[in-house]
């Protein structure tokens, strides 16, 4: 029988073969390594476990066994009765649909098989399906992985993922936070995307859907040509390939610009991103809003802070200029209310003071109704910080919109 499992180089593995009945485990031969308690992978290991007949007869091959937790039952060849892989474990299934499977513990590992429960991986997964009932979170996943269910909150080191059923259609969906850390180029293809989903890093393929409400967020990776894109939010740090086409509720991060204390243009690498919503309904900048669905406005202004900024102490701006035929007023959120501003820089109050910047953070604007107060609206939105008083703000992309007559 022959068992292969996938694991990143660099990682310290650990051998272990349990024998069936009526047979003893003897040793492990092969490499070199094969002979050590403990394998650092450089490179490809083949090892060999030998076993030697016991009393019992001549035994009927099967995967090795990997216990579970306290009380529960083991894996064996063709079972699915287990709840949990325990930690530095690994479990070969051959392609069975696993039924009972709750939890893969750190370290351990499941290959070959289709999940149609709801699990909970500290562990990895290779060559998996993830069936249309199940739900998986957590883990490192490598090799080729297919959801038709849902899938949350990993990394992906495998050679790509599809969301593809066996019909051909769109039904696997991707949540939370996704690091694409691939050292082969691996590719995630033809996914949904759950609100306020991320995926960090590698490359995408294909047709990839966001949520319209609260579209995904995509930074740091590759998007291959003749892709197609749906209700995402795009980073600073995305290469787009030839032939893309941008699809529905699109957008973009945009970069912000920085002033100094003498008031001179100063470089920044912060990226913003505007969000304007309306009653379960989200709006592109410069949208123009009827009364109606100006009386439910929520909008939010997304920073990504430059790398240089994090962890400093500083205090967030918030300024909007409201126009009408007759005139124009100028505005600063303090706190939870709005005043009237005079237009000079020293006079300009903070939103909200910050002990440390985090590396992302969502501002809040406004939430509430607007509609007894048509005319155009511009909205700029930043921070200052507290060593020399530089502020950085969306100053060539602020937030836009108007509310009709």
């Given at each position: 029988?022959?068992?292969?499992?996938?694991?990143?180089?660099?990682?310290?593995?650990?051998l272990t073969a349990?024998?069936?009945?009526?047979?003893?485990?003897?040793?492990?031969?092969?490499?070199?390594?094969?002979?050590?308690?403990?394998?650092?992978?450089?490179?490809?290991?083949?090892?060999?476990?030998?076993?030697?007949?016991?009393?019992?007869?001549?035994?009927?091959?099967?995967?090795?066994?990997?216990?579970?937790?306290?009380?529960?039952?083991?894996?064996?060849?063709?079972?699915?009765?287990?709840?949990?892989?325990?930690?530095?474990?690994?479990?070969?299934?051959?392609?069975?649909?696993?039924?009972?499977?709750?939890?893969?513990?750190?370290?351990?590992?499941?290959?070959?098989?289709?999940?149609?429960?709801?699990?909970?991986?500290?562990?990895?997964?290779?060559?998996?399906?993830?069936?249309?009932?199940?739900?998986?979170?957590?883990?490192?996943?490598?090799?080729?992985?297919?959801?038709?269910?849902?899938?949350?909150?990993?990394?992906?080191?495998?050679?790509?993922?599809?969301?593809?059923?066996?019909?051909?259609?769109?039904?696997?969906?991707?949540?939370?936070?996704?690091?694409?850390?691939?050292?082969?180029?691996?590719?995630?293809?033809?996914?949904?995307?759950?609100?306020?989903?991320?995926?960090?890093?590698?490359?995408?393929?294909?047709?990839?859907?966001?949520?319209?409400?609260?579209?995904?967020?995509?930074?740091?990776?590759?998007?291959?040509?003749?892709?197609?894109?749906?209700?995402?939010?795009?980073?600073?740090?995305?290469?787009?390939?030839?032939?893309?086409?941008?699809?529905?509720?699109?957008?973009?991060?945009?970069?912000?610009?920085?002033?100094?204390?003498?008031?001179?243009?100063?470089?920044?690498?912060?990226?913003?991103?505007?969000?304007?919503?309306?009653?379960?309904?989200?709006?592109?900048?410069?949208?123009?809003?009827t009364r109606y669905?100006?009386?439910?406005?929520?909008?939010?202004?997304?920073?990504?802070?430059?790398?240089?900024?994090?962890?400093?102490?500083?205090?967030?701006?918030?300024?909007?200029?409201?126009?009408?035929?007759?005139?124009?007023?100028?505005?600063?959120?303090?706190?939870?209310?709005?005043?009237?501003?005079?237009?000079?820089?020293?006079?300009?109050?903070?939103?909200?003071p910050y002990e440390?910047?985090?590396?992302?953070?969502?501002?809040?604007?406004?939430?509430?109704?607007?509609?007894?107060?048509?005319?155009?609206?511009?909205?700029?939105?930043?921070?200052?910080?507290?060593?020399?008083?530089?502020?950085?703000?969306?100053?060539?992309?602020?937030?836009?919109?108007?509310?009709?007559?």
């Amino acid at each position: 029988m022959l068992c292969e499992s996938a694991f990143e180089t660099g990682e310290n593995v650990t051998l272990t073969a349990t024998a069936n009945v009526g047979s003893e485990f003897v040793n492990f031969s092969g490499d070199s390594d094969c002979q050590k308690d403990e394998i650092f992978l450089s490179s490809d290991v083949n090892c060999t476990a030998n076993f030697k007949l016991g009393s019992g007869g001549t035994p009927v091959p099967s995967a090795p066994t990997t216990s579970t937790s306290s009380g529960g039952s083991s894996w064996s060849s063709g079972s699915t009765t287990s709840t949990v892989i325990t930690s530095h474990s690994n479990y070969n299934a051959g392609g069975s649909t696993l039924t009972d499977l709750e939890e893969i513990k750190e370290g351990g590992q499941i290959a070959n098989a289709t999940i149609v429960t709801e699990v909970i991986s500290h562990g990895w997964l290779s060559n998996i399906t993830i069936g249309a009932e199940g739900i998986v979170s957590g883990g490192i996943a490598t090799g080729t992985i297919k959801v038709e269910g849902y899938y949350e909150n990993f990394q992906f080191r495998g050679s790509y993922l599809t969301g593809l059923n066996g019909a051909g259609k769109i039904k696997g969906m991707l949540g939370g936070t996704i690091f694409n850390n691939s050292k082969v180029r691996g590719s995630i293809q033809n996914v949904l995307l759950a609100p306020k989903c991320s995926i960090i890093g590698g490359i995408l393929r294909e047709t990839i859907i966001g949520d319209p409400l609260y579209p995904a967020l995509l930074e740091d990776l590759t998007i291959m040509s003749g892709s197609h894109l749906d209700n995402v939010s795009i980073g600073l740090q995305v290469e787009i390939g030839e032939d893309v086409t941008l699809g529905a509720g699109v957008e973009f991060v945009l970069p912000g610009v920085g002033v100094n204390n003498l008031g001179q243009m100063i470089s920044s690498q912060t990226g913003f991103l505007s969000h304007v919503r309306t009653e379960n309904k989200r709006h592109a900048n410069a949208i123009k809003l009827t009364r109606y669905e100006a009386s439910t406005l929520q909008i939010e202004e997304q920073l990504f802070v430059d790398s240089k900024h994090v962890g400093q102490l500083a205090e967030t701006l918030i300024v909007a200029y409201h126009k009408t035929v007759t005139k124009t007023t100028s505005y600063m959120r303090v706190g939870e209310n709005w005043k009237v501003w005079n237009g000079e820089t020293e006079s300009l109050e903070a939103a909200t003071p910050y002990e440390a910047l985090a590396e992302r953070m969502a501002v809040p604007i406004f939430d509430g109704d607007l509609s007894e107060l048509p005319g155009e609206f511009d909205i700029y939105s930043g921070y200052r910080l507290e060593t020399d008083l530089s502020i950085i703000f969306n100053g060539d992309s602020p937030l836009k919109f108007s509310v009709e007559n």
